[in-house]
């Protein structure tokens, strides 16, 4: 099928109008031409190279909250040679970090994370013990800027992990292999629908970020036990600052062969505390979670 021709009259710099001229709101404004096809082939083109790209991944991150979020970006900058795919159920990525504690959006840190937040280049008000970040959005948004400015990493939103990918290596001990998705609206309708046959994404290294809460959370941690491969689950514990954030920090790991946990998932599978409004653990766990993934990869 023939391209569909342009007008080339108003394609090029300098016979385009400038956007920004006043007199262009006088009834005269125009944009170059288009015809609707041209915009969903360069949807389409690019979204399903991306799938068909990254069925096969370096790493799989589970989850755009604020530790899925952190670890990504420490891991890219690690690695610009990994091909990392991010995936995140929700249409909009930043899971509880949207919006901070109790729908209130100052976003507290406690030292010494801040030191992430001069990192990505996130202004905050300094209270000693911890920083406050005026709105949760601002650090959640300059994050995820960076993030998908990362060559090396894709996000999937609105694509849900639905099943892990589970292999027996030569000893008969299983691992990790990558994950199952689907479209999350699809993921969630499964019970209306007869079996919707979904994608798969392998990968050598899977970081789950699902978090304690919503509709899919902690949803690695919960499929361990439900596939046989934990006992049961911790269940996250009542809320205690102090004993929360560092449990979460030193307890990110990989908890079986090719499954690394970190966030507040944590809390599920291993019976954490929770911390309540404060994000601190969530940045270090995202961080050293990218640091786990990177001694599993270059051993
Ligand atoms: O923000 P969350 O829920 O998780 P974390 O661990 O990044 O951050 C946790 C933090 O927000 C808190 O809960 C704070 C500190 N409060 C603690 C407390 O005591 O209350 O992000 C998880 C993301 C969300 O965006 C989900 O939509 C997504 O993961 N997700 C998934 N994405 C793809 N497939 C799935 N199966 C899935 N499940 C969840």
Redesign the pocket.
Known sequence: MAPIALDKNLCTEESSPKYDLVENYEGNYRFAPIEEAQVSRAMIKRYFNTMYERAVSDVVI?????????CAYQLATMHPELKITL????V??????WLG?QLMSPMVIRKPADGFLREIGVDYEDEGAFVVVKHAALFTSTLLSKVLAKPNVVMMNA????DLIIHEDFRGEQRVAG?V?NW?LV?LNHDTQSCMDPNTITAPVVIS????????????AKRLVSAGLKKELGN?RG?DMSR?EPAIVNSTREVIPGLIL??????EHDGC???????G??IA??IKAAHVASGIIGS
């Open positions: 589970v989850g755009a909250g604020s530790a899925g979020l952190s995936l995140e159920a929700s909009a990525p930043g899971g509880g970090a504690g694509t849900a992990v639905e994950v998705t999350t993921a970020a699902t978090g304690h809460d919503g509709p899919m959370g902690a949803f690695s996250m809320l929360a970190t966030g507040m998932e944590l809390s505390n929770r911390m309540g409004p404060t994000f653990a969530m766990s995202g």
